[in-house]
């Protein structure tokens, strides 16, 4: 399967560079300089990853990324010459799955897409079978699928929160710290704050407010199981 991967990017440098990287690994790529663009192509042949700038004409990327979330878990990157620490929790507090400081080297970009797509492959098939299913009390993943339940609810999660609930589930009771989440989630070569692990608790908890997803204080966090 060949992986279709757009981006949204106003320097025509950094389309250029994009671009030529991602053409040498073997993906289909698009390249558009506004979001307006970006939701054309979403309507019309919509990728499997985008990357998106946040200081885009017209719409921003923040706003993109929260209108494709809200009707997709199709993984997002974004990139952006705003490095601080603030910048970075909006853009993962609004569905990004990672997040890259301009300037930037195109090899970690690839070793980033690279790593998501492990995660979150839509080649995968949707059939499932009982080892497929992680239940946890009320809380079901299908793995297959990437669909996730609270009794009988479906629940909208994002890449990220579906691979740390993932994690939880097929370790129930064990405390992580958030290190060890940095490091599980968003991978070995993840620079950023663990506030990240933070902010997707948060957001999680948000979503199903029932779970017993624990802090661990001064360590982490753990999923409880009522047995125990």
């Not at 499932?128 to 079901?140: C, P």
């Not at 994002?158 to 009771?173: C, H, Q």
Request: charged share 35%.
């Amino acid at each position: 399967m060949k992986y279709h991967i757009a981006v949204i990017e106003d320097d025509q440098n950094i389309q250029n560079i994009v671009s030529a990287f991602l053409n040498k690994e073997g993906y289909e790529v698009t390249v558009m300089e506004s979001a307006e663009e970006g939701m054309a192509l979403w309507k019309s042949n919509p990728p499997h990853m985008w990357i998106v700038d946040i200081m885009l004409p017209g719409m921003d990327g923040y706003e993109f990324c929260k209108k494709i979330r809200n009707e997709s878990e199709v993984p997002i990157i974004i990139v952006s010459a705003k490095d601080e620490e603030i910048d970075k929790i909006l853009g993962l507090e609004l569905g990004g799955d990672d997040y890259l400081t301009k300037p930037f080297s195109p090899r970690e970009l690839i070793a980033r897409i690279k790593r998501i797509f492990k995660r979150y492959s839509p080649e995968k098939t949707t059939q499932e079978t009982d080892s497929d299913q992680v239940v946890v009390d009320q809380l079901a993943i299908h793995k297959h699928d990437r669909r996730v339940f609270w009794g009988q609810a479906e629940q909208d999660v994002t890449t990220k929160e579906f691979d740390m609930l993932l994690l939880f589930a097929e370790n129930v009771n064990r405390a992580f710290s958030r290190e060890e989440l940095l490091i599980k989630v968003w991978g070995e070569d993840y620079f950023g704050s663990d506030r990240a692990v933070d902010d997707l608790v948060k957001r999680i908890r948000k979503k199903i407010k029932d779970m017993p997803l624990e802090t661990v204080w001064g360590f982490g966090y753990r999923l409880r199981s009522k047995d125990e």
